[in-house]
């Protein structure tokens, strides 16, 4: 391979600070963290401390976010971190979420077939424990650290579950909907190519007052029937892909106080860094584009979407 090809997979560069605060209402840190860039890859590669990566993101306008701990480790460092820095480290605010994820939860439940991803399943230590005793762990984290602001990620994964993967994805799902509503929490939601059955828990079990579409993937029908019921819709670097239209076009079926952003991090970097690593410091990536795709300037988007991520979790 090149070396212009080896640089092009390190950490991008610093983007264009946005022009005033936004959060990043989703991403991973310790999965950021653990992204291991080639050493070969430019300048601007190689592993970053998390103060760097958080001192990157406020420069860059991101001074709040969400950490998401959904398997039993992640709880546990999301736990940690948010009780070691009540007050923020490197200039950004940190509150956090917590749950078994869809396709922990089936192998919590010991689970193992061949779903349509063509993946053998593979076990983990963490898993040892049954999925009650999981999810037990997720309610206790939420009941007992203030900064944990929301239940998640959450929800049905049907291209990573076959049929008795799905039925315990569904038992776990209303768990954690049942959860979120008792302590008073947030709800955010993993859906993955299960649209239909994701909508239908929520209508069956009611969902909570704040209930957050994680990394929206529906049309524009799905979009305005969300904002109907007042769940908001969360935008990520899929919404700059080229072929995305028809989620462009939900991004703009509905009201802009139901929009939030995130980078779910270090997954789904923005266009034109798709294919490289994810920080909060690009979140600004996808802020641009929204702006763009709702015809509104950047900086009323970006104190909008501040003013709806602390009526969705608080204030940071």
């Known amino acids: 391979m090149s070396r212009s090809r080896s640089r092009e997979r390190g950490w991008p560069a610093d983007p264009e600070p946005l022009p005033s605060p936004v959060w990043d209402n989703h991403t991973h840190l310790e999965s950021v963290l653990a992204f291991d860039v080639p050493h070969d890859a430019g300048a601007d590669g190689g592993r970053r401390t998390l103060e760097d990566h958080l001192g990157r993101a406020a420069a860059a306008g991101v001074t709040a976010l969400v950490q998401v701990g959904c398997d039993v480790d992640a709880i546990g460092w999301t736990d940690a971190l948010l009780r070691a820095h009540p007050d923020g480290l490197a200039g950004v605010r940190l509150l956090g979420a917590v749950a078994i994820h869809p396709n922990e939860a089936v192998l919590h439940a010991r689970v193992l077939e061949v779903a349509p991803d063509g993946l053998d399943p593979a076990l983990d230590p963490r898993h040892d424990l049954d ?6 762990r997720v309610a206790e984290v939420a009941r007992t650290n203030p900064r944990v602001r929301a239940v998640g990620e959450t929800g049905l994964d ?3 579950a076959g049929p008795r993967g799905r039925e315990v994805q569904v038992a776990a799902f209303r768990a954690h909907v049942a959860l979120a509503k008792e302590l008073g929490l947030a709800l955010q939601i993993h859906d993955r190519d ?4 994701v909508l239908e828990v929520l ?6 007052e704040r209930t957050v579409f994680h990394c929206f993937s529906g049309d524009a029908e799905m979009a305005r029937l969300c904002a109907d019921r007042g ?3 969360s935008f990520a670097g899929p919404v700059t892909f080229g072929a995305n239209d028809e ?3 939900a991004l703009r079926a509905v009201p802009l106080d139901r929009v939030l952003v995130e980078t779910d991090a270090p997954y789904l970097t923005a266009h034109p860094l798709r294919g490289r690593p994810n920080a ?3 979140l600004g990536l ?5 702006a763009a795709e709702r015809g509104v300037g950047l900086d009323v988007l970006c104190r909008t979407l501040s003013a709806t991520s602390e009526a969705v979790y608080g204030p940071a």
């Open 131 to 136: 999925l009650d005793a999981a999810i037990a």
């Open 231 to 233: 769940w908001y819709l």
């Open 286 to 290: 996808t802020v641009r584009r929204v």
């Open 247 to 249: 989620l462009r076009a």
């Open 203 to 208: 209508e069956r079990d009611g969902a909570p």
């Open 280 to 282: 909060p410091y690009l």
């Open 158 to 160: 049907h291209f990573r």
């Open 194 to 197: 299960a649209h239909a059955e």
